[in-house]
């Protein structure tokens, strides 16, 4: 059973969306972006046939399948997908009130924890220089991560990492020892300064 509902109302409405999209098969795909932060939005997308990825969970209705992003999944427990109409036509609303719910404790897996943090926390702040930083490895307590986008290259990289990401890191997450970078910053292409 999932987590999610999806009233009749909005069965019907997206099967008639679907229905013109003159694609055999066609579903739904329902994910959140940002899950587990303040940021989170719900989404649905079409999804034609093979473009759901393998860990989605399938959801059978009557006439299209949607499919539920794993990740996603736990942030839409109570969700609900309702088409309501009015005098001025109608209108499609999600509410998960879930989404911004953080899934992690200290009881989480390290790797979990500095994910989270990452994505609510820090990449939001680099995310407005086009940057964004991911967790490669961790090695004998020391977070290993990689830049990525805007702040490949960028002269101001170890600066944020030890002054930022590490004071932030090491605040939530007490075993943490450091964290490193693996990033190649001779290379300055997208480089935001």
């Not at 009130?97 to 404790?105: E, L, R, S, T």
């Not at 702040?125 to 991911?134: D, F, M, P, R, Y």
């Not at 590490?166 to 964290?179: N, S």
Request: glycine residues 8%; aromatic residues 8%.
């Amino acid at each position: 059973m999932s987590a999610i509902t999806i009233t009749e109302s909005a069965e019907h409405y997206l099967a008639d969306l679907l229905s013109k999209q003159n694609t055999s098969g066609i579903g739904i795909r329902i994910f959140i972006t940002q899950p587990g932060t303040q940021y989170a939005e719900t989404c649905i997308a079409y999804c034609k046939p093979g473009e759901q990825k393998a860990e989605d969970t399938p959801l059978a209705l009557a006439s299209f399948t949607a499919w539920i992003d794993a990740v996603s999944e736990p942030f839409l427990e109570d969700a609900l997908v309702d088409y309501a109409t009015d005098r001025m036509g109608g209108q499609l609303t999600i509410k998960a009130p879930n989404a911004k719910v953080p899934m992690v404790n200290e009881d989480s897996p390290i790797t979990e924890r500095i994910n989270y943090y990452l994505q609510t926390e820090i990449n939001p702040g680099l995310a407005n220089h086009g940057g964004q930083v991911s967790l490669v490895d961790i090695d004998e307590g020391i977070a290993i991560l990689r830049f990525g986008g805007g702040c490949q290259g960028c002269g101001q990289a170890d600066y944020t990492l030890k002054e930022g990401i590490e004071k932030t890191l090491l605040e939530r997450i007490p075993e943490l020892k450091g964290v490193r970078d693996v990033t190649d910053h001779s290379n300055k292409e997208n480089a935001y300064y």
